[in-house]
Each structure stands twice: as structure tokens, then as C-alpha cells.
């Protein structure tokens, strides 16, 4: 979540939708930004900048996914070092299963801001409301736009950067492989738990 004081605009940043890129171009566009929540949702907007515009993207739920779970083969390794080593650890053991089990049976939210060392830590910036497995987390908890978030799909993110002044780069993008083929009852998940994203995907912001 990032608050944009000279727009009054708050970015919500839902995971494997270019966020990492988006951020880094907002933070050189706008010095005054402030990253507040890495993904936090909508509806946890702080009092006050819950007045101001939310934007925020929302992507293919299978393409998503897929891609979450290739990034998170290298979690800790090839980017986001600067995370705890025991829970980028536990990410990558997360992803050790195919992607259709892992689609599946995944249990294990992304974004917490709780210790997975068991130190007792705790990591404000990885606050939730939500901490629910992204395998079983439709985009609409991040977005909500009956909170009046205007959704932008993922494959027309331009525009979102237009209105933003900004054009970012590509960063933490993993391979073009597209996802493989997943059976009946992975299908059915997908329509169960995502039927939102689905129908957004196809939406014109």
C-alpha cells in the first residue's frame, strides 16, 4: 500500500501484479510517497486516507498463481534477500510440491507479518487483514472495489501508469512460461475461489 499525498492516492499492491516495479517507479516520481503496508487490502487503509482514491490491479488468478509460485522457487535467492531467511526458507519448501498441488493444498499465507523463526518478532510493514493462503485469496480482498477501488486489469496496466505519471520497469519478472495444463478439479478451484478475478480480468477499468 502506498500513499501518494501529492495525488491523494492510495496504490494497493497485490502480489505478482508489478508491484515491486510500480513501487520503485511511484518512490522516483514522487519523493513524498510513502510505503506503508508491502499488501495490505483495502480496507485497511489507515482513517483519513481512506478518503482518498485507491487504485489498485488485478491479474488472471491462474496466471498469478503461476507466477507466485515460480517466484517463490528463488525467494530469498535470486531477489528479496533482504527478508528473513527462515520464512523465504519456508516459502521455497512451499513450492518443493507441482503447482497443481500447490495450487491445491497450499496452506501457507504469503504476506504476515508475524516471526517464522520463532523469535517473537514482529513485522509491521507485512500487516494484513487478511492472511489467507494466495491460493485460496481472491484479489477482490485486496481491492474491494465496493470500497470504491478503481480496478485496473493487469493487461491494461498502462493506463494505470499513464493516470500515475509513470512508467516502471521490470523487475523480479520471472520466465514467460505460461502456466501448465491442471486438471478438472484445479479448474473447478480456480472457478470457485476466483470467480471475481475472473470476471475483473475482463472488465474495462
Request: hydrophobic fraction near 35%; aromatic fraction near 14%.
Given at each position: 500500500?502506498?500513499?501518494?499525498?501529492?495525488?491523494?492516492?492510495?496504490?494497493?499492491l497485490?502480489?505478482r501484479?508489478?508491484?515491486?516495479?510500480?513501487?520503485?517507479?511511484?518512490?522516483?516520481?514522487?519523493?513524498?510517497?510513502?510505503?506503508?503496508?508491502?499488501?495490505?487490502?483495502?480496507?485497511?487503509?489507515?482513517?483519513?486516507?481512506?478518503?482518498?482514491?485507491?487504485?489498485?490491479?488485478?491479474?488472471?488468478?491462474?496466471?498469478?498463481?503461476?507466477?507466485?509460485?515460480?517466484?517463490?522457487?528463488?525467494?530469498?535467492?535470486?531477489?528479496?534477500?533482504?527478508?528473513?531467511?527462515?520464512?523465504?526458507?519456508?516459502?521455497?519448501?512451499?513450492?518443493?510440491?507441482?503447482?497443481?498441488d500447490?495450487?491445491l493444498?497450499?496452506?501457507?499465507?504469503?504476506?504476515?507479518?508475524?516471526?517464522?523463526?520463532g523469535?517473537?518478532?514482529?513485522?509491521?510493514?507485512?500487516?494484513?487483514?487478511?492472511?489467507?493462503?494466495?491460493?485460496?485469496?481472491?484479489?477482490?480482498?485486496?481491492?474491494r472495489?465496493?470500497?470504491?477501488?478503481d480496478?485496473?486489469?493487469?493487461?491494461?496496466?498502462?493506463?494505470?501508469?499513464?493516470?500515475?505519471?509513470?512508467?516502471?520497469?521490470?523487475?523480479?519478472g520471472?520466465?514467460d512460461?505460461?502456466?501448465?495444463q491442471?486438471?478438472s478439479?484445479?479448474v473447478?478451484?480456480?472457478?470457485?475461489?476466483?470467480?471475481?478475478?475472473?470476471?475483473?480480468?475482463?472488465?474495462?477499468?
Open positions: 500500500m502506498i500513499l501518494i499525498p501529492e495525488i491523494k492516492t492510495v496504490v494497493i497485490v502480489p501484479t508489478g508491484t515491486r516495479s510500480l513501487k520503485r517507479a511511484i518512490a522516483d516520481e514522487y519523493p513524498n510517497s510513502m510505503l506503508l503496508y508491502r499488501h495490505m487490502e483495502a480496507d485497511g487503509v489507515p482513517h483519513g486516507y481512506d478518503r482518498w482514491r485507491k487504485v489498485g490491479v488485478v491479474r488472471d488468478p491462474l496466471d498469478r498463481l503461476w507466477s507466485l509460485y515460480k517466484y517463490l522457487k528463488r525467494f530469498g535467492l535470486d531477489w528479496c534477500a533482504e527478508h528473513d531467511a527462515t520464512y523465504t526458507a519456508k516459502m521455497r519448501e512451499s513450492v518443493e510440491a507441482p503447482f497443481e500447490w495450487l493444498k497450499n496452506d501457507l499465507p504469503f504476506t504476515t507479518p508475524y516471526d517464522s523463526a523469535l517473537g518478532r514482529f513485522f509491521p510493514a507485512y500487516s494484513v487483514k487478511h492472511p489467507i493462503p494466495e491460493n485460496r485469496k481472491s484479489q477482490f480482498h485486496y481491492l472495489p465496493d470500497l470504491g477501488t480496478v485496473f486489469p493487469y493487461q491494461s496496466v498502462g493506463n494505470l501508469y499513464s493516470e500515475l505519471g509513470v512508467m516502471p520497469p521490470r523487475l523480479n520471472t520466465d512460461q505460461p502456466p501448465p491442471i486438471c478439479d484445479a473447478d478451484y480456480i472457478s470457485r475461489w476466483f470467480a471475481w478475478d475472473k470476471s475483473a480480468v475482463d472488465a474495462k477499468p
